[in-house]
């Protein structure tokens, strides 16, 4: 199983970077984490917002790899708690099917990349900073493997 990462944001800061890669790099390849950054559109005074989130999203479905699950991650989704995200990927983990997580970018995910989703995870009831969720996805997804491994970092 892979769990492919489409987010917006091609050019994040070092410790975004670092941060992602640390919790990645952890993960074994039964359970490998694939990054796929999509260029966010250009945000000037008189954008349109809305056909720059269009945009966005389109490129992030274009992403997707054939016969993933995919997963819009939104503030209003199903909240998970670590344990909850365990019994997921364990599921998967025995099922073989590849997850898609789709991160929006400052301005949220499309419309069509919340319709196109079999389901929507909430990482927090706040608003996460779209180069945040990444980070905190990624040491989660660890998280909830240690768990299904049982490894003693979760605690």
């Known amino acids: 199983m892979q769990i492919h990462i489409i987010a917006i944001g091609d050019r994040m800061p070092a410790w975004v970077e670092t941060g992602y890669a640390e919790y990645a790099k952890r993960l074994p390849r039964e359970c490998r984490l694939v990054l796929h950054e999509i260029r966010a559109g250009r945000r000037t005074k008189g954008a349109d917002l809305r056909r720059l989130v269009d ?3 389109a490129r992030q479905l274009d992403a997707i790899p054939q016969g993933a699950r995919v997963v819009a991650l939104d503030r209003t989704g199903n909240p998970l708690d670590t344990e909850d995200l365990a019994n997921v990927l364990k599921k998967r983990l025995t099922g073989g099917e590849d997850l898609a997580l789709l991160i929006g ?7 069509a990349c919340l319709e196109r989703a079999h389901e929507r995870w909430a990482l927090s009831r706040l608003t996460l ?3 945040v969720a990444r980070v905190v996805l990624a040491e989660q997804l660890y998280r909830a493997w240690s768990i299904v491994a049982i490894l003693p970092y979760h605690r």
């Open 55 to 57: 945009e966005e999203g």
């Open 105 to 111: 970018g400052p301005d949220g995910l499309a419309p």
């Open 129 to 131: 900073a779209h180069p």
